[in-house]
């Protein structure tokens, strides 16, 4: 019971959720409906590995078995993420909402896979540049200048564990 008398659902405390194996990170970050003023614009925010899983089963068209394998999730779990996100889709398509991609529980493998993009950090907060080292993702470095996470200039952008 709280201060004031009511009945209070103590909330479990589950296990630690696993990072899941990304390919790619998203090159396009949000999706606007078009004819919708922005001021009253509700978000749906749909994370890494959610779009990761659209990717897998509904773009390459991989068994849920085959996928799960490459995001390092088992099959039940690569099932639930499917579906969770395409209830998110389906709500910012039929309700009119913007659909921003963004966080979640993942490792990125943007590093281990060649990319035409320059290996330069980024700081989103003040536009320093710094050299990308590889083998450390840009998000685990400060900017020096304004203490900010850096990103992968034209690629890596998005932040785990949010």
Known sequence: ???R???VKKRR???PTNRRCIQDLPKVTCF???GVYPEGLESVLLTVDELETIRLADKECLYHADAAVLMNV???T???ILEA???KVAEAIVDGKQLCIQGGVFSSLCDSVPTARPDICVCPG???ELPHKKGEPCRETSCSQCGVSLKRKGGCISETDT
């Open 85 to 87: 996100a395409h209830k």
């Open 32 to 34: 606007r409906p078009d």
């Open 126 to 128: 003040c536009g320093h």
């Open 13 to 15: 405390v589950g296990r």
């Open 78 to 80: 690569f099932g639930r």
């Open 1 to 3: 019971m709280n201060s």
């Open 5 to 7: 008398g009511v009945m």
């Open 74 to 76: 088992s099959r039940p």
